[in-house]
């Protein structure tokens, strides 16, 4: 085997390796690019062996980098965030959780639809994992525990409606996967919607069946006669994120917008809601701010280093060592897709999405394109694919964002048990899309008619 392929190797199992360690991702993938492409160089220069990494092309790391820098659709990220944060903050999904319980309280698992439903608009409003299941726990899920709920079933349903934000757009991952796939964001948005609306309402009928089947388990609630006082404000509870996903989808598939301009309207509304519900203070902006800065600044540290590792990867020839293994699998071209969402769920149990998005996506994106399929359809395959991974153990961080704001007596092992059954319904919805194109490629085609 060349030295180059046998470097490629020993990387990715460097890698894989040292994530367990726990040092950060970013200086991980930062780090591993330096120390092999010094090794590529000392074999070259000292040892007449190819690599294909001189100092050459190790110099265009700085460009590849500046490039990343240069792109305005990440500009669109902290915007969105901060429309996510001040969201969390301005007190609308309080209001939409009093007015929801008020209409579907009284079925057997109303609760729990209250919460899948506000989960769906947290999601297209907020797209930010920790902030939609830290508020859906702490507003949810005390209302279903003395409701009776069944302690697995209300844990279970917090965790896996929270991960929709990073599916349903405006997704940051979905733009992050737009920028390493160099493709449309507003195509991806449009390919997302259908099957962020599938996933959700198969949890709505998971947990209605549950109630019927099992009433112990989500008791109907004890809640006033349905009037239409109730239903006027579930509207206005409403009209707010309604307005802003409006404001923010309406003018990307409208054409009127790009991404980073929606991201600013979007900001821009989200705090102006934060302004009129009287929650907006000096204390409570700063916080925002403090935190947008952070979580943009750890997002972009990954793709500085994932930018270097990826690099180095290639130039090891990599990414061809790759597309080899999998084109001899003795598969069909369906088949390959399937062994690398199998491979992709696996490493979801110990690696977070925005590794898998920086290093796997781009890895295996040229394979399946290869392979004659479609790069919307597949990307979002693998962003379903990669939603699941914050329900699986031990990396699992929606787990751990609702073990954090739970109350004590919650076991991790019963939240564990509790998404067990949403991660089977992760997968049925994976196998939809999988073997019906349509309901990615559908929108968008009626989009550009």
């Not at 360690?21 to 000292?46: K, M, Y």
């Not at 992050?176 to 948005?189: K, N, P």
């Not at 989200?270 to 750890?298: D, G, P």
Request: net charge negative.
């Amino acid at each position: 085997m060349p030295a180059n392929e046998i470097l490629a190797i020993v990387m990715l199992l460097s890698f894989l390796g040292l994530v367990f360690t726990g040092f950060p991702i970013a200086w991980l993938l930062g780090g591993l690019a330096v120390i092999f492409t010094g090794l590529a160089i000392i074999l070259e220069a000292d040892f007449n062996l190819r690599t294909g990494v001189d100092w050459n092309y190790a110099s265009l790391s700085v460009e590849r980098i500046w490039n990343v820098m240069e792109n305005w659709v990440m500009v669109a990220l902290p915007m969105f965030i901060m429309m996510g944060l001040l969201l969390d903050r301005s007190g609308i999904a309080a209001d939409l959780m009093e007015s929801f319980a008020r209409l579907f309280g009284s079925l057997r698992g109303g609760l729990a639809v209250t919460v899948t439903l506000i989960g769906l608009m947290l999601a297209a409003t907020t797209g930010i994992i920790g902030a939609s299941v830290v508020l859906l726990t702490l507003l949810g899920l005390p209302a279903m525990l003395n409701q009776g709920y069944d302690r697995s079933l209300a844990t279970g349903t917090v965790c896996a409606v929270g991960t929709l934000g990073i599916l349903i757009p405006p997704s940051i991952m979905l733009v992050l996967m737009a920028d390493r796939m160099s493709l449309s964001v507003g195509d991806l948005f449009l390919g997302a919607v259908c099957p962020g609306a599938l996933l959700g309402g198969l949890y709505i009928l998971y947990i209605l069946g549950i109630g019927w089947l099992q009433p112990e388990k989500a008791p109907a609630a004890k809640t006033e006669p349905l009037s239409w006082m109730s239903v006027r404000n579930l509207f206005y509870a409403v009209l707010p994120p309604s307005f802003l996903i409006f404001a923010v989808l309406g003018s990307i598939f409208m054409g009127l917008a790009t991404p980073t301009e929606a991201a600013g309207v979007g900001a821009a509304g989200a705090l102006l809601l934060a302004i009129l519900k009287r929650k907006l203070n000096f204390s409570v902006l700063n916080e925002v701010l403090q935190e947008t800065t952070r979580t943009t600044a750890y997002i972009f540290a990954i793709l500085i280093g994932a930018t270097a590792y990826s690099l180095v990867l290639r130039g090891l020839g990599g990414d061809e060592l790759i597309e080899r293994g999998l084109l001899g699998l003795p598969f069909e071209p369906a088949g390959v897709v399937l062994a690398i969402l199998l491979a992709t769920f696996l490493l979801g149990f110990f690696l977070d999405w925005i590794e898998l998005t920086f290093i796997i996506l781009p890895l295996v994106s040229p394979v399946v394109v290869n392979l004659g399929f479609d790069p919307i359809w597949f990307t979002i395959l693998f962003a379903v694919c990669l939603q699941t991974s914050f329900l699986t153990p031990p990396v699992g961080f929606a787990i751990f964002y609702l073990k954090g704001a739970a109350p004590i007596n919650i076991k991790v092992t019963t939240i564990y048990r509790g998404v067990l059954p949403f991660i089977a319904i992760q997968i049925f919805g994976m196998l939809a899309i999988f073997n019906w194109h349509a309901i990615v490629t559908w929108l968008p085609a009626q989009a550009y008619n």
